[in-house]
């Protein structure tokens, strides 16, 4: 009898994007070439960003999802020394299913694949709420899907899970988008996009919640941000 093979380690737990030598370069990479193209491309206004004080760290980080550049845009408003510490839920289905797009996205955007149905849903909360236990601010897209007409839609229930579960506070973010910048298809010479990012309260949800009021809550603040 041959000996046992070895179990992959799934690629949801994939550590090499969190190790301190690709932090360094993500950095580095963010500063000289994300951040500028998306200054290139986007105005940003920011309101509320007095809450990043107010938040306690670890937390998650929920917002609204109307447009493919929208985590660039909130971790370019995200605080250096929280961004730093900062993970992001990607679509498994679509960033992940190209090895070229996933390595892009884990190197610039220290994200981890998250299924939204199936076997692997479980599996995704579980690992979201242990980068938590882990020290690490998660953002998280609850919708499930972009909304590209800008109404946001009901947020999945697995958000609640994650709120409840982890006992950490929530941070709510919201995008407008105020002028369809380059990267959505304008030309010159209105090349440049406006996007307003509201930052709502911190909140946190009391132990015991149900998932289904715990994302009514999350849901209610992010429209309120």
Not at 116 to 127: A, D, I, N, T, Y
Request: overall charge positive; some cysteine.
């Amino acid at each position: 009898m041959g000996e046992p093979q070895r179990r992959a380690k799934p690629a949801a737990f994939a550590r090499w994007p969190r190790w301190q030598v690709v932090q360094r370069f993500r950095q580095l990479g963010q500063s000289l070439l994300l951040f500028p193209l998306i200054w290139f491309g986007y105005g940003i206004e920011v309101r509320g960003r007095k809450r990043f004080k107010q938040v306690s760290e670890p937390c998650l980080v929920v917002s609204n999802h109307n447009m493919h550049l929208d985590w660039s845009l909130l971790l370019r408003t995200i605080p250096r020394r929280m961004r730093k510490r900062t993970t992001i839920a990607a679509a498994a289905n679509e960033i992940f299913g190209s090895r070229r797009r996933a390595f892009s996205s884990r190197l610039m955007g220290n994200t981890f694949p998250f299924n939204k149905e199936g076997s692997g849903v479980r599996q995704s909360l579980e690992h979201t709420t242990a980068l938590l236990a882990d020290g690490w601010n998660v953002l998280i897209f609850p919708e499930g899907a972009i909304s590209l007409d800008g109404t946001m839609q009901p947020f999945k229930t697995g958000a609640g899970w994650i709120a409840v579960r982890s006992g950490v506070e929530v941070l709510p973010m919201r995008v407008d988008v105020l002028r369809p910048g380059i990267y959505e298809g304008a030309r010159f010479p209105r090349f440049r996009g406006r996007v307003r990012i509201s930052v709502g309260a911190p909140l946190r949800i009391a132990p015991g919640t149900s998932y289904e009021d715990a994302v009514a809550l999350l849901e209610k603040a992010v429209r309120e941000a």
